[in-house]
Every structure is written in structure tokens, then in C-alpha cells.
């Protein structure tokens, strides 16, 4: 059974920092991505990593303050935010794709975590 469990989202201020993790387990993936909701929008792409290379792809948006990484060992994502800003704010998920496909695409995601709220009060 597939599982991704995701962990790491709060409360913080403007200009604070979380990290998100999203440890994953019943199979081995190509790429996992982190995608974000907020309250009556569209869920959105924030980054993607491949799980045997590496190669990271982001949204502009978050460009030079958050970076996507994994540990293979632990079969786990991480999503390291810095800089935060309230426009931030969402339900951010974990999700995992076994072929290949669009990055940004969340139709191209094969299992998602449930979600975690992330919060930036100005």
C-alpha cells in the first residue's frame, strides 16, 4: 500500500521559515512534487524533484527562497521554505509519480499525501 505522509506545516510570521517533509513508502517513484491550495483557488505547482538524479524544477513564484531536496535512504521529500510571505498560505501536498509526464501538471501525479496547512500571518 502506498502511503505519503507529510508533516512540518504551522504557523509562522513573514520572513520565517518551515520545512515540510513527506515520507513516502510502498513502492518506488520517478518524481515527487510539492502542490499548494489556497482557499478558492486552483492547486498549484510549487517544485518537483527526480528521484534518481535529482534534477529540481520550480514554480516561479518561489524561485530563490524554497528548495526541494530528498533523502533516498529514508524515502522521504522535503520542502525547505524561507522567506516566507502571506501570499504563501496554503494546504500544501505531497505528491508521487511513477512514469513520466509534465512536472506540473498535478493530473500527472499518481498519489498524494493528505495535506498540510501552512500559514503566514503579515
Known amino acids: 500500500q502506498v502511503q505519503l505522509v507529510e508533516s512540518g506545516g504551522g504557523l509562522v510570521q513573514a520572513g520565517g521559515s518551515l520545512r515540510l517533509s513527506c515520507a513516502a513508502s510502498g513502492r518506488t517513484f520517478n518524481a515527487m512534487g510539492w502542490f499548494r491550495q489556497a482557499p478558492g483557488k486552483e492547486r498549484e505547482f510549487v517544485a518537483a524533484?527526480?528521484?534518481?538524479?535529482?534534477?529540481?524544477t520550480y514554480v516561479h513564484s518561489v524561485k530563490g527562497r524554497f528548495t526541494i531536496s530528498r533523502d533516498n535512504a529514508k524515502n522521504t521529500v522535503y520542502l525547505q521554505m524561507n522567506s516566507l510571505k502571506p501570499e504563501d498560505t496554503a494546504v500544501y501536498y505531497c505528491a508521487a509519480r511513477v512514469g513520466s509526464g509534465s512536472y506540473y501538471s498535478h493530473n500527472d501525479y499518481d498519489y498524494w499525501g493528505q495535506g498540510t496547512q501552512v500559514t503566514v500571518s503579515s
Open positions: 524533484i527526480t528521484w534518481r538524479f535529482g534534477i529540481t
